[in-house]
């Protein structure tokens, strides 16, 4: 969750500005493909390497409903206590696309497993292939407790960054949210991203259709899509974490209520309308992946090399 409202929004930006403007640079948002220089790629093994390079899309989304691939705490509050869904969820689908996990190599300890840990974190934020050394996957390496607090500090100031840069969208969710075609049309396309192309997809939510006053507010909520079934949408919440790496993923099902074409999310209780985002950082994960494994595979070597698989086209909400 990040803001509710135009006032709410301003508040937010002008402590932004005073507080954390001289840091902006240093954490910047990830960048289109085109944009970024490319950071220098993990020395990895030639075994891990290969299983890094040998999954296919379909093995990375379901990965997703595997807890030791979960991060191990909930979205925090960040630094206006307005939630970090949104920020938490980019993180995790940037790791479970990005990160090699090398459990056999000895953890850093001390300053210099701050350094190590801030180094990690930065380059999955940006979109890098990250090889990590002492752990053996996402859920035991956020569940240190230094990794947490490290990892809260770069997701709050990604906030501010969000916050600073995009407008609030009361306008379009007032002329488009209220249109039942606008809900179908995300839903296939949704689907059609998950199902036939394999992706993982960032939702961010709003939690009603038509506000309490007859107007509707920023999207509040987030969610990363895993599944689309008939009758409901499966989603990884950043409120819902599993309690240990061998408990059963925390999963999210979105019901659609019949007859209606809307949908009820369990955080909420009430109907919500969906918006397809992010999907400049699906193209940064792939360029990456391949970029990676053209270097450790050879070209065409690999699955994420096939030319039928395309970052989606981005869109309003990116």
Known sequence: MLRRSFAG??????????????????????????????????????????????????????????????????????????????WHSSFHRFANYLAIYRPELPRPQGFQKTLRVWEWIQRLKQGEVTAIDGYANLFEFTADPEVRSLLTQLLSQWQ?????????????????????????????ETSTLVEDQDWVVFWRLNNHLAGRDGKLTDPVHAGLVIGVESDRILTIDSLRVPSSPSSPAAMVSTDRIPGQGNLVYPVFREPIFPFIARNSELGIILKSIRRFCDTRMGADSYPFADPSIVAPVVGMFD
């Open 160 to 188: 501010v960054e969000d916050t600073i840069r995009n407008p609030p969208l009361e306008e379009w969710l007032r002329n488009n949210a209220s249109r039942p075609e606008a809900l179908a049309r995300i839903l296939s």
């Open 9 to 86: 929004t301003t508040l937010v930006l002008g402590v932004a500005l005073v507080a954390s403007a001289s840091s902006v640079h240093a954490f910047g948002p990830p960048r289109s493909p085109a944009e970024r220089t490319p950071a220098q790629l993990p020395d990895v093994s030639l075994a891990q390497s290969r299983e890094f390079c040998g999954r296919t899309p379909r093995d990375v989304r379901e990965s997703f409903s595997d807890a030791r691939n979960a991060i191990a705490f909930l979205n925090p509050g960040g630094y206006f206590n307005y939630g970090l869904c949104w």
